[in-house]
């Protein structure tokens, strides 16, 4: 078990930042593939950002480069996502998902692939 839990989100104007936390724990949480995922009212579940779990490989949907960014502190157990010049199409629920499988270059975007998920943190922003 990987027990995930979110934090950070709030209601800011377009072009502002936030910066989400995702903090993790029970079995060898510094051994989960940590993503991202975002869902809008009304809308699926969508990937955003993941990244190695070495810390050193970051993967990001197309929406967000250059504005998201993505880091993890395994010894602290905790995932981040900086998001820079936010848009109000960025408006949704924020959720980390955790696996323990082994990476999987064709599945990481996928919900279904991922075991574990928070509670989900809401991110939303004006124009």
């Known amino acids: 078990q990987v027990q995930l839990v979110e934090s950070g989100g709030g209601s800011v104007q377009a072009g502002d930042s936030l910066r989400l936390s995702c903090a993790t724990s029970?079995?060898?949480?510094?051994?989960?593939?940590l993503s991202w995922f975002r869902q809008a009212p009304g809308k699926e579940r969508t990937f955003v950002a993941t990244?190695?779990?070495?810390?050193?490989?970051?993967y990001f949907t197309d929406s967000v480069k250059g504005r998201f960014t993505i880091s993890r502190d395994n010894a602290k157990n905790i995932m981040y996502l900086q998001m820079d010049n936010l848009k109000p199409e960025d408006t949704a629920l924020y959720s980390c998902?955790?696996?323990?499988?082994?990476?999987?270059?064709?599945?990481?975007?996928?919900?279904?692939?991922?075991?574990?998920w928070g509670q989900g943190t809401q991110v939303t922003v004006s124009s």
């Open positions: 990244i190695s779990r070495s810390g050193h490989i970051p």
């Open positions: 998902a955790a696996t323990l499988a082994p990476f999987d270059l064709g599945k990481y975007e996928e919900a279904s692939w991922y075991d574990y």
């Open positions: 029970g079995r060898s949480p510094s051994r989960a593939f």
